[in-house]
């Protein structure tokens, strides 16, 4: 249980600190690969999608994040442990992590979670 809690603080601190991600869905401005860390879990591989470089760049220097990478299209599928999907916000897809952490986590930030 206190996993599930510390992963559900990993990610609804990020979101009280940077808000909704800037770029629509609408907008298919790539994605951001990057280590997601802050002082209650982490380190954890994600993606969000849509992103623009410029919210790439900024994802990598919020809190301990690091490693932050922008590509054309979606964020890759294979090997992920779920999706936290935030309808017109985007996606952000977990490759590492306690599912059911994440998903209560997911649940904090307005997201429906889907695992696998």
């Known amino acids: ?10 990610l609804l601190v990020p979101l009280m600190v940077m808000g909704p991600m800037a770029a629509s869905a ?3 401005a790539g994605h951001c690969n990057y280590v997601q860390q802050n002082m209650f879990a982490g ?20 809190d301990d994040n690091k490693d932050a ?13 779920g999706v936290c999907d935030m309808g017109e916000a985007g996606k952000r897809i977990y490759y590492e ?17 889907k695992a696998g």
């Open 97 to 113: 992590g306690d599912p059911g952490g994440l998903e209560i986590g997911c649940g904090f930030q307005g997201g429906e979670w």
């Open 1 to 10: 249980m206190k996993s599930k809690v510390i992963s559900a603080l990993a």
């Open 43 to 62: 380190p954890f591989k994600v993606c969000d999608s849509p992103s623009t470089p410029e919210k790439c760049a900024e994802l990598g220097k919020t």
């Open 26 to 28: 609408a907008d298919g």
């Open 69 to 81: 990478v922008h590509g054309a299209g979606d964020c890759a599928t294979a090997g992920k442990v």
